[in-house]
């Protein structure tokens, strides 16, 4: 199988917006939980968001509750909204199956295809 990649990403102004988007493999991608996560440089990697099988029960951690919104199609896309954007969300942002997150997590350094997020004046 392919690893999800991550694209969207840029330099944008502290309050302003993005929209990220995942491109999953296709296969059984409806059977599937994504997830996003984000890693900062010497800092462990970092859990930002869930979405359900059926894009209806997003989870936000509480660091961008009311800020991000994830979201999905059915076909194999995986998207992360950024709004009121802050200097602490500068990462590399990484969409993975929430079946691997624990994985993900416990590594220091993750092989996939993320997109940089960089929020400055």
């Known amino acids: 199988a392919v690893d999800p990649v991550a694209s969207g990403g840029g330099l944008v102004q502290p309050g302003g917006s993005l929209r990220l988007s995942c491109t999953a493999p296709?296969?059984?991608?409806?059977?599937?939980?994504y997830s996003w996560v984000r890693q900062t440089p010497g800092n462990r990697l970092e859990w930002v968001s869930t979405?359900?099988?059926?894009?209806?029960?997003p989870s936000y951690a509480d660091s961008v509750k009311g800020r991000f919104t994830i979201s999905r199609d059915t076909v194999n896309m995986v998207y992360l909204q950024l709004d009121s954007l802050k200097t602490d969300d500068t990462a590399m942002y990484y969409c993975v199956r929430t079946d691997q997150l624990g994985l993900v997590l416990g590594l220091t350094t993750y092989w996939g295809q993320g997109t940089q997020v960089n929020v400055s004046s």
């Open positions: 979405i359900n099988r059926y894009g209806t029960v």
């Open positions: 296709k296969y059984a991608f409806n059977n599937f939980e």
